[in-house]
Structure formats: structure tokens, C-alpha cells
């Protein structure tokens, strides 16, 4: 079954303490992206990439890190994280078509607490 | 900057009516127009997919249209029901590979 799996679903953390969600996608896309979703704020885009090696920032990328070493892989960092970071995390993918970003692909969701 | 609206922000109907789900943009140089269902708690699933070079696309009850001069897409649903209700959400690709989305419109289909 085609999916993008994100882990962990839910995490309560405290400041500071360094984290890692991941996001893996079985279906050989070459363009992953994470985004936050927040009351009255919707969904913003922190990174994306569009292949192996190659990323870029979206609209709020401060405070996170992304690494894309595997095709199916685009783990999202929080190296120190705060309470602003509090939100509902999603990964998605897509395949690209003469360069251009198709239908999406997201994941279930990761809802994050940071305390 | 894109900027990208969705009005009314919640939506009330009876069950059977035809509806339309409006969505607005600020730059017309997009790419493509997706629109996205998101049930509460869960991830979006996409509805549909419309190039720049297209004017509408349609699957089964749905059917959203395009105008990129205008800067404007609506989503419209046929005999909505009950298990219609969600938010949908549209999102716009820019020419930097960054995708905007709007805030949703919340659809509740009274039975």
C-alpha cells in the first residue's frame, strides 16, 4: 500500500531536549516536505527537497533541521526545541513531472508538545 | 508574497445541496491548484490536481475549476452528504518549489 509513514504520532517533550520525526515514503517521490499546522495560522512549510542531497527552506524554517541522505527518508530535526514549537507536524511527498510538484501525499500526522 | 484565501471559513448545508468552495490567490504565476479534504485529527488526503495550463478537473461529485488570470479556484460538490463534512483546504504551488495553502473552509452536512 502506497503511504507515507511519519513517527512518533504523538511526543511530549521538554525545552531543550533534541528530537527527531521521521517520515519515510514507499513510493519512490522524489519531492518531500514537512509543514506545521496551527489554529488560525493553517499549514506552513518548513522544508522541503526536492531529491537525494537536495533541500530547501519553506516559510518557517527556524528552529528545525532536514536531512535527505535516502530517497524514502526526510527526517525532520528540532535540535533545541521550545514551546513555539508545539504543533501538528505533517510530512508529505510527491513525484515530480518534468520537474514540477504532483498530487501530494501526507502523512497521518505528528502532534508534537513541547513543555 | 502568494497569498491564499478560502471563504466562508466554516460552511453549514443541508444534506442533498449542491455547494461551491471558494479560493483565492494573489500571484497568478502558479504551477498547479490542489485541493485537499482533511478529516479532524487525521492528514490531508488530496481531492484534485490542477495544472496551470488547465482549466478544471473533475472525479466523481467534485469538480473544481481554475482561472489563473482572476486568481481564483472553486471546488464544487454535487448532492453533498453527510460524510462530506470536513475541512478542504486548497494549496498553491509557486515557482520556487514552496507550496501555500489556505486556512480551509470547515463543510458540516446536516443529515
Known amino acids: 500500500e502506497a503511504q507515507v509513514t511519519q513517527n512518533p504520532r504523538y511526543l511530549i517533550t521538554v525545552t531543550g531536549k533534541k528530537l527527531t520525526v521521521t517520515c519515510s515514503q514507499n513510493m519512490n517521490h522524489e519531492y518531500m516536505s514537512w509543514y506545521r499546522q496551527d489554529p488560525g495560522l493553517g499549514l506552513r512549510q518548513i522544508y522541503y527537497?526536492?531529491?537525494?542531497?537536495?533541500?530547501d527552506k519553506g516559510d518557517v524554517p527556524e528552529g528545525y533541521k532536514v536531512s535527505r541522505k535516502e530517497k524514502r527518508n526526510f527526517p525532520l530535526i528540532l535540535e533545541s526545541p521550545s514551546p513555539n514549537q508545539t504543533s501538528l507536524y505533517f510530512c508529505a511527498s510527491s513525484a515530480l513531472a518534468s520537474g514540477y510538484v504532483g498530487e501530494l501525499f501526507f502523512g497521518e500526522g505528528s502532534r508534537l508538545t513541547v513543555l | 508574497k502568494q497569498e491564499v484565501t478560502q471563504i466562508p471559513a466554516a460552511l453549514s448545508v443541508p444534506e442533498g445541496e449542491n455547494l461551491v468552495l471558494n479560493c483565492s490567490f494573489t500571484d497568478s504565476a502558479i504551477y498547479n491548484l490542489q485541493w485537499f479534504r482533511q478529516d479532524p485529527g487525521k492528514g490531508l488526503t488530496s481531492l484534485l490536481l490542477i495544472q496551470s495550463s488547465q482549466r478544471e478537473q473533475t472525479s466523481g461529485r467534485l469538480n473544481a475549476s481554475l482561472d489563473k488570470s482572476s486568481g481564483r479556484s472553486t471546488l464544487y460538490i454535487a448532492a453533498s452528504q453527510p460524510g462530506d463534512s470536513a475541512t478542504y483546504l486548497c494549496?498553491?504551488?509557486?515557482?520556487?518549489?514552496?507550496?501555500?495553502f489556505g486556512k480551509g473552509t470547515k463543510l458540516s452536512v446536516k443529515p
Open positions: 527537497s526536492m531529491n537525494v542531497e537536495v533541500t
Open positions: 494549496a498553491v504551488k509557486g515557482s520556487q518549489g514552496n507550496l501555500i
